[in-house]
């Protein structure tokens, strides 16, 4: 049996191999409320975001399978976004969406203005009578294809599908279980004024609508 002598302990920090303050603090340290209004550097993102992208690109095959990934990368974060906005919420107004127009609300209204400074430029439900589950974002100037360089060949690709997984994340923290695709709808040609505008597309499951149904009827 091995003998553990009264030698020298390490304490868990050395052990982590992580570098600390001196002050001891670190993030977990900051109250939910102090960082309300920071902002990030848009230069930081975009050298993050880009190799974001860069990474999924080298292991998929096609354009769809990187748009799924992005999607797939965006969704966790919808949902700790969804908790994080409503504890910043004042007491009154801290309780979650319970119909789908409130959260679609607080998706253009909160979460856009958290991410990106600004609302969502317009929320629209779809026209056509055989599809009432599908509802419209709308974001003229995508802040995630600002700064991504995307091949002629590839000229179909839209990495909001990464912003699509985090909407689709909120949506599902909210209880609200969705689909969540981002769509090109920008012209192309020369003194179009939003060539990059983009349409979040929202597809509610079935029981969402039935849920609803049963609200309206109460």
């Excluded at 091995?2 to 002050?23: C, D, I, M, V, W």
């Excluded at 430029?121 to 991504?148: C, F, G, H, Q």
């Amino acid at each position: 049996m091995a003998h553990f002598g009264p030698g020298k302990t390490a304490s868990s920090k050395e052990q982590a191999g992580l570098r600390y303050p001196s002050n001891g603090k670190t993030i977990y340290h900051r109250p939910l409320h102090r960082t309300k209004t920071a902002e990030l550097s848009q230069s930081s993102f975009a050298y993050l975001f880009s190799e974001m992208v860069s990474y999924a690109q080298r292991r998929v095959t096609g354009i769809q399978e990187l748009e799924k990934r992005l999607n797939v990368q965006g969704h966790p974060i919808g949902l700790k976004l969804l908790d994080l906005l409503l504890t910043r919420e004042p007491p009154r107004s801290q309780a979650r969406p319970l119909t789908i127009i409130a959260l679609l609300h607080f998706i253009k209204i909160n979460l856009w203005t958290h991410l990106f400074g600004r609302q969502a430029d317009r929320l629209e439900k779809s026209s056509n009578p055989d599809t009432p589950d599908e509802y419209m974002i709308v974001d003229n100037e995508p802040l995630v294809n600002a700064y991504i360089s995307v091949p002629r060949e590839m000229s179909q690709l839209n990495c909001a599908a990464y912003v699509a997984g985090v909407v689709e994340g909120v949506c599902d923290g909210a209880a609200f279980p969705a689909r969540v695709t981002a769509h090109s709808v920008g012209g192309k040609e020369e003194g179009e004024m939003w060539p990059g505008k983009t349409v979040f597309l929202v597809k509610f499951q079935p029981e969402v609508l039935e849920r609803e149904a049963l609200f309206g009827k109460g």
